[in-house]
């Protein structure tokens, strides 16, 4: 649970990075935002940094100015909202996200991080995920894999693949319990091809992607998920995201409890193999799929043949 303030910091630093991402897309400087606003200079640095809060008319005329779309103006004018402290606020209240926010929230400090720390215990991470392998959860949940809700699914999760690959991209540290690899999702031919996707992703030079495999002796939390956001510039403070079945949890305060975090991903690096051997681990599950894959394919065809 966070307190009050920890909660509103929250809060204003994800309308900070909202506010950060609009300016640059709209090719304006600080100087420039805080000149329409006849402010100072640091003002801006201020409000994108988390520091400090935003009024409706001042972030009414940035959203203009910025030219925001009008999804990300509702989103923009919703932060601000949760980031006013309310009397009678309840001193347990969590930063929780229901729905479609949580996801929203985390799309955000994911595009504005600049390193990325990732633990998944029982399937692959969202963000290498190969379209065949997301279809196939969405079979496996009892949805239609074709219908429009997986096709969307299909376009966000390729919007954030970018992520590993573009210019200036941040780091990212994986870390998966060898049940993400065995566990199939849609088959072994789905397997196979996801694995593959894989072991091409860990060798991106931003990338370290390491495995913990089964005969590991050491059983330090590994069910626990999570992932850490760290951060290059004044929004110096890591958050560390904690998702649930309908909504998301974010910790960014005391940094005792963040802290822990960074030294349970720490300790977690220490008990997996490294990432040449995680590769190697990989590739061979993979290939074992493959021939799975390719035993099934035969044994159909001879049934088919009668």
């Known amino acids: 649970m966070t307190s009050p303030s920890r909660s509103i910091s929250m809060q204003r630093r994800l309308l900070g990075a909202e506010l950060l991402r609009l300016r640059e897309l ?38 203009e100015l910025y030219q925001a779309p009008e999804k990300d103006r509702l989103w923009c004018r919703e932060l601000a909202r949760l980031a006013k402290a309310k009397r009678g606020r309840p001193a347990g209240e969590t930063t929780l996200y229901l729905g479609p926010r949580w996801f929203r929230a985390f799309r955000d400090l994911e595009a504005d991080a600049s390193e990325i720390m990732k633990v998944d215990t029982e399937i692959v991470s969202g963000i290498l995920q190969t379209d065949s392998y997301i279809r196939a959860m969405f079979g496996a949940q009892g949805a239609d894999p074709t219908d429009h809700v997986a096709d969307d699914t299909l376009r ?18 994986f870390v998966l319990s060898e049940s993400a690899l065995r566990r ?5 031919a789905v397997m196979a091809e996801q694995l593959r996707h894989l072991v091409e992703v860990a060798v991106l030079p931003n990338v370290t992607l390491q495995v913990i495999p089964f005969d590991s002796q050491s ?8 992932t850490i956001f760290r951060f290059g510039h004044e929004m110096a403070n890591d ?52 021939t799975a894959a390719t035993t099934r394919s035969d044994n159909h065809v001879r049934t088919e043949g009668g």
């Open 219 to 226: 059983y330090d939390y590994l069910s626990t998920t999570f």
């Open 156 to 173: 966000v999760r390729a919007d954030r693949r970018t992520l590993l690959t573009k210019e200036n991209a941040a780091r990212f540290a």
């Open 26 to 63: 709209a090719g304006l400087t600080q100087d420039e935002a805080a000149e329409e606003l006849g402010k100072a200079g640091n003002k801006i640095s201020r409000v994108e940094s988390g520091k400090i809060g935003i009024d409706k008319t001042d972030l009414d005329v940035l959203l």
């Open 184 to 188: 199939q999702i849609g088959g072994p």
């Open 239 to 290: 958050i560390v995201y904690l998702e649930m079945y309908s909504d998301a949890a974010y910790l960014d305060k005391p940094p005792e409890t963040v802290r822990r975090y960074s030294e349970l991903f720490g300790r977690l690096q220490g008990v997996a193999l490294g990432p040449v051997e995680s590769r190697h681990l990989v590739a061979t599950v993979a290939e074992e799929y493959a």
